[in-house]
């Protein structure tokens, strides 16, 4: 079984702060993670995605996250925290191209 | 390229009433996943479709169920409908074939409230 746990519900960062998201997995084969990000009532949007590939992934607005095998953790990052980061991020499994499978997300405050 | 788009925006029924949500994939993808998002959580599976049929399954009733036409379009339908029904539902599309099979689009989802 595949499964991720988000070990923040809510993280606050001030504006120009880094941004740390923590999210470790569970799975039994090599997986496939993604941080996807939740605008208020905008759909999901994909950050960043990990293959097996590289184990630090770069993606969209600045964000990155590093794959951790040993420690079973894919932390997402950002060096500076933007007013527009503010969002409900989702860390989330897969293997082979079926079910996504969704941690119960972390809700970014970003502050002046 | 449009991305993936979804209808109604928002929908509003009663309980024991049928619903029928609708969604297009991104173009060039050929399968399409439906998500339920209840309020303050995150997405949890309900199917995926390839080739018309259901490929995936997650923990849903036979409540919901679903199609996928030749145009890799596909639909949701939700019969007696409970009030815990209440979600966005959110579709999303991708490409079996490709190497990257895993990367899924999501549409805006519709907002589908049970009174």
């Known amino acids: 079984a595949q499964s991720v746990t988000q070990l923040d519900s809510h993280v606050s960062v001030s504006e120009g702060t880094p941004v740390l998201l923590r999210c470790n997995y569970s799975s039994s084969y090599s997986p496939s993670l993604f941080w996807y990000v939740q605008h208020p009532n905008k759909g999901l949007q994909l950050l960043l995605k990990y293959t097996s590939a590289a184990t630090l992934v770069k993606g969209i607005n600045g964000f990155e996250a590093e794959f951790k095998k040993s420690e079973t953790s894919f932390h997402l990052t950002k060096p500076s925290a933007h007013m527009s980061d503010a969002a409900e991020y989702f860390c989330v499994v897969s293997h082979s191209g079926y079910a996504l499978n969704f941690g119960k997300g972390t809700s970014l405050l970003v502050t002046p | 390229d449009a991305g993936v788009t979804q209808s109604p925006t928002h929908l509003i029924k009663t309980r024991g009433q049928q619903v029928t949500l609708r969604c297009s994939p991104k173009s060039g993808h050929d399968t399409v996943s439906w998500y339920q998002q209840a309020l303050g959580q995150g997405p949890q599976f309900i199917f995926q479709y390839y080739e018309e049929e259901e490929r995936q399954r997650g923990n849903f009733p036979d409540r919901f169920s679903g199609h996928q036409f030749p145009n890799y379009s596909s639909e949701l339908n939700v019969n007696a409908l409970l009030l815990g029904d209440s979600a966005l539902y959110l579709c999303?599309?991708?490409?079996?074939?490709?190497?990257?099979?895993?990367?899924?689009?999501f549409g805006p989802g519709t907002r589908l409230t049970v009174l």
């Open positions: 999303a599309s991708s490409l079996l074939a490709s190497p990257a099979t895993d990367t899924q689009y």
